[in-house]
């Protein structure tokens, strides 16, 4: 009869043992699962911040071109009307002298 209980015993031990190891490697399976989700949603949303900020950079530049250049286009524009204005006053001028 000793034999038997100890039989039992063991069997109790082996069978605690196994649960308690099945729990804690799957724990550690969850845990790792949800660090390697978590470090890939951090790296995502990282590519997400990154593009927007290449696309507000990009956006910048286009506005930034394009301001530059109707500013130059009016002042050039601007400097174009006044020559002209001062040639023909020139030219009025000479006539008037002749």
């Known amino acids: 009869m000793v034999l038997k209980e100890d039989l ?5 031990v082996v069978v605690g043992t196994l649960t ?3 729990i804690l490697i799957g724990l550690f399976a969850y845990i790792f699962t949800f660090q390697k989700k978590f470090s ?3 790296s995502k949303h990282q590519k997400e911040l990154l593009n927007a900020m290449v696309l507000a950079q ?3 530049r286009k506005n ?3 301001d530059l250049h109707d500013g130059i286009g009016a002042s050039l524009s601007i ?3 006044k020559v002209s204005n001062i040639k023909k ?3 009025h001028l ?3 002298t002749l």
């Open 58 to 60: 990009e956006l910048e």
């Open 79 to 81: 400097v174009k009307m």
């Open 89 to 91: 006053t020139a030219q």
């Open 20 to 22: 308690i190891s099945s």
């Open 64 to 66: 930034l071109s394009r």
């Open 8 to 12: 039992d015993i063991i069997l109790v």
């Open 94 to 96: 000479t006539r008037m």
């Open 40 to 42: 890939l949603q951090q």
